[in-house]
């Protein structure tokens, strides 16, 4: 039901402008005899006047709007904010949005803007930020210019009415948006059938940053969208669970740091787009051909590095996804010797890979991030693609 009313109204935002475009003007010159061209112009000419009136009004407003920005108290705000916004279900990232929407049109268009780049057009964050910009007005702006420009001191019950509104237009923003895109990439069914689990459940000392759910990946965009969970095979999940602790016996300060694990096939489709540009032979030694299919697509592979207690992840020599022969575990040695590597990132690679095939894993020659549970052949016959 919830697929084929987003299908359906997908469909219809196609024409909802044009048929405005064209209608309108339309119905003015067949049915109101309107002369509309000469109507335009006499309303640009009135435009151009009033314009001139609320410059001022518009410059103050904007100058406070800048200061509040400039100040960090929005930073303060968001950071005393998130641990109640989350619980309610309201991603604090909508937050400064929703703040400024009230107060400026371009204010709250640059901050929808940043959260299209940072988390990607189709991410549930960014269509709650667009579905918001759209059912809300600038309230404080259309009083302090428009009222002000013409002069009306006694707004009675516009200023209520208009917050009220705009309340509304928040709150219903984000629980619609839940509801129509906010489904988990993966769903239960799928968990279910594939036998994944959850790694931070089975372990939570295994630390987890999703590269390809933020934006910090050779894309710079979020491409798992609301996919921020680390799933495996369960077989899989209890090899990374021995490998921790192998590395608790010999490293204890030390902890793993996975920046991805299961991938579906869609998300792969993606990967292997963005590298169009790069002749297909050669772009199979840093992504694998869709068609083909990943070990990852299959919940069987892991991305992950060492990191301290803190989070921060030890120096590797290269960063997570680098494009290069200085992420070849195979040159390592090559590498030590003319100076590009130093025997310390060597070193930490080295107990990555130690305790990692201790457990079961398999490395690859050109990535030293990178493990798998099974072979490609053993693979296909134990499980199915995640699609």
């Not at 359906?8 to 402008?17: A, D, G, P, Q, V």
Request: hydrophobic share 45%.
């Amino acid at each position: 039901m919830i697929d084929s009313l987003v299908a359906f109204t997908n469909e219809l935002s196609r024409y909802i402008i044009p048929v405005l475009l064209v209608g309108i003007p339309f119905y003015g010159l067949a049915v109101k005899k309107v002369k509309v061209y000469e109507s335009f112009v006499e309303g640009a000419k009135d435009g151009f006047t009033i314009a001139v009136r609320i410059i001022p009004y518009l410059v103050a407003i904007l100058v406070a709007i800048g200061m509040f920005r400039a100040s960090g108290a929005l930073d303060i705000l968001l950071t005393l904010l998130s641990p109640i916004l989350n619980a309610v279900g309201f991603p604090p990232e909508n937050l400064p949005l929703a703040l400024m929407r009230p107060l400026s049109g371009s204010g709250s268009l640059g901050l929808l803007t940043d959260l299209i780049k940072q988390h990607g057009p189709d991410s549930l964050i960014s269509k709650i930020g667009a579905t918001m910009f759209g059912s809300t007005e600038t309230t404080f702006y259309v009083l302090a210019v428009y009222f002000g420009s013409v002069g009306i001191r006694r707004s009675r019950h516009a200023l209520a009415a208009g917050l009220i509104a705009d309340f509304v237009g928040i709150i219903s923003a984000v629980y619609i948006c839940r509801l129509l895109f906010g489904i988990s990439p993966i769903s239960a069914e799928t968990i279910k059938n594939n036998d994944l689990v959850n790694i931070q459940e089975l372990d939570s000392t295994i630390l987890i940053d999703l590269k390809y759910s933020t934006t910090d990946n050779f894309m710079n965009m979020d491409m798992y969208g609301d996919l921020e969970t680390c799933y495996l095979r369960k077989n899989p999940a209890e090899m990374l669970l021995r490998a921790n602790e192998y590395l608790k016996e010999t490293n204890p300060e030390l902890n793993l740091l996975i920046y991805d694990g299961l991938r579906p096939r869609s998300i792969q489709r993606k990967l292997w787009n963005a590298l169009d540009e790069i002749d297909e032979t050669e772009r199979t030694q840093y992504v694998a051909d869709p068609e083909k299919g990943s070990i990852h697509n299959y919940g069987a592979a892991v991305d992950l590095t060492l990191a301290h207690e803190n989070g921060s992840p030890l120096d590797m020599g290269t960063k997570y996804d680098y494009f290069g022969e200085l992420a070849f575990p195979v040159l390592e040695d090559s590498l030590l010797s003319i100076g590009v590597l130093t025997k310390a990132q060597i070193e930490n690679r080295k107990i990555l890979r130690s305790v990692m095939t201790k457990a079961g894993f398999s490395t690859i020659s050109s990535e030293w991030w990178h493990f798998n549970a099974y072979s490609y052949q053993d693979i296909q016959s134990k499980y199915n693609i995640i699609e």
